[in-house]
């Protein structure tokens, strides 16, 4: 079964990166036709898709975030990673990552709160 953990810093200072790091056990980010994503619920608010990596390497972002996220991955540690810029406390939020087989998501990870505050 595929497992995934989220994990980073849980406190950023605003103006700074965000950095979270995804590692999956019991499957690999190479995987034909997967699709790796980055979630984030904020308090009181609804799941917000951030992005996504292809099994391919290509990376897919929501237009609202785009300008301020990057994902990359290493394949030799099966991980995939969120790199969010420029933080401010509106970035606050559980962030998850989880798979995507077509329209269909599959398994997720704990989530990881993150706050930003100075």
């Known amino acids: 079964q595929v497992q995934l953990q989220e994990s980073g810093p849980g406190l950023v200072k605003p103006s700074q990166t965000l950095s979270l790091t995804c590692t999956v056990s019991?499957?690999?980010?190479?995987?034909?036709?997967?699709?790796w994503n980055w979630i984030r619920q904020p308090p009181g608010k609804g799941l917000e898709w951030m992005g996504a990596?292809?099994?391919?390497?290509?990376?897919y972002y929501s237009p609202s975030l785009k300008s301020r996220t990057s994902i990359s991955r290493d394949t030799s540690k099966n991980q995939f990673t969120l790199q969010l810029n420029s933080v401010t406390p509106e970035d606050t939020a559980v962030y998850y990552c989880a798979t995507r087989y077509g329209s269909n998501w599959g398994y997720w990870g704990q989530g990881t709160q993150v706050t930003v505050s100075s």
């Open positions: 990596i292809h099994y391919s390497s290509s990376t």
């Open positions: 019991g499957g690999s980010i190479t995987t034909n036709y997967y699709y």
